[in-house]
């Protein structure tokens, strides 16, 4: 995405186009996948400075703008993904760790299913199901 691309989106959600707030959209936008850990990681390789609480501040303002979305893979900080992302849920597993996806639309009927039975929608794209990897199948005993 361009800077230009990047400024219209901060100023369509009413938000000033400060640096950091484009660099952040920018790192979000590239990596995908960022928790406020990766996030000053990469902006650091991106030769800028960022230090964590700023991070923060700056990703919970893009959050609240709706301009990224997040979701709680573990016990850490919550990881941020672009809001144009293809909606997706994510398979966290519970014996290797590792972080799988499935396109939302597999798991739809499911979810309208839960609607219709409850009246509760469910929230996509902070959905996360955790079970077993491909991987971990068949050794994984717990
Ligand atoms: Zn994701
Ligand atoms: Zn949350
Ligand atoms: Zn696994």
Same mark, same amino acid.
């Given at each position: 995405? /361009? ?19 484009? =660099? ?6 590239? +990596?995908?996948?960022?928790?406020? +850990? ?6 650091? +390789?991106?030769?800028?400075? =960022? ?7 700056? =990703? ?18 919550? /990881? ?6 293809? @909606? ?16 939302? +639309?597999?798991?739809? @009927? ?7 039975? /409850? ?19 068949? /050794?994984?005993?717990?």
């Amino acid at each position: 995405m /361009t800077q230009d691309a990047l400024r219209e989106q901060l100023r369509r959600a009413g938000l000033r186009a400060t640096s950091q707030r484009l =660099l952040v959209l920018e790192l979000v936008n590239r +990596e995908r996948h960022l928790n406020v +850990e990766g996030l000053t990681r990469s902006a650091q +390789e991106a030769g800028a400075a =960022l230090d964590l609480s700023t991070a923060y501040r700056t =990703l919970e303002a893009l959050n609240e703008a709706g301009l990224v979305t997040h979701a709680h893979l573990g016990a850490g900080p919550p /990881t941020y993904h672009a809001v144009d992302a293809v @909606p997706h849920i994510h398979l966290v597993c519970r014996s290797c760790g590792s972080i799988g996806s499935v396109a939302a +639309e597999k798991v739809e @009927p499911a979810l309208k299913a839960v609607s219709t039975a /409850t009246g509760f929608t469910a929230d996509l794209r902070h959905l996360v199901m955790h079970g077993v990897c491909t991987a971990c199948n068949g /050794t994984d005993q717990s």
